[in-house]
């Protein structure tokens, strides 16, 4: 069964930095496309940056701040926060696209970590 982990959610001043791990378990062949989302109270989850075999992609509101990456070897993908701002705060999720077996896909989800931003 595949879990994914996240991590190193927690609560910072605006301007501070945080970075989120979120590892891939289970008895799996590869790990292929990563993305963060994140959801608010009282809103849609929505992504927030992506990390694929062509290159990386992020919201208009987190370009410049946040960088994400992958170790493919660990199985871990990671977001780099930088500049918070308060309306950073939410709960952020992992996804990644997973091959289980070479010919057999899954998408997986994490359970989410907290992240707040205070003023």
């Known amino acids: 069964q595949v879990q994914l982990v996240e991590s190193g959610g927690g609560s910072v001043q605006t301007g501070g930095s945080l970075t989120l791990s979120c590892a891939v378990s289970?008895?799996?062949?590869?790990?292929?496309?990563m993305a963060w989302y994140r959801q608010a109270p009282g809103s849609q989850r929505e992504l927030v940056a992506r990390i694929t075999a062509e290159g990386t992609n992020y919201a208009d509101s987190v370009k410049g701040r946040f960088t994400v990456s992958k170790d493919s070897a660990k199985r871990v993908g990671y977001l780099q926060m930088n500049s918070l701002k308060t309306e950073d705060t939410a709960a952020y999720y992992c996804n990644a696209d997973v091959w289980v077996t070479e010919v057999t896909p899954s998408n997986s989800w994490g359970q989410g970590t907290q992240v707040t931003v205070s003023s």
């Open positions: 289970g008895s799996i062949f590869a790990v292929g496309n």
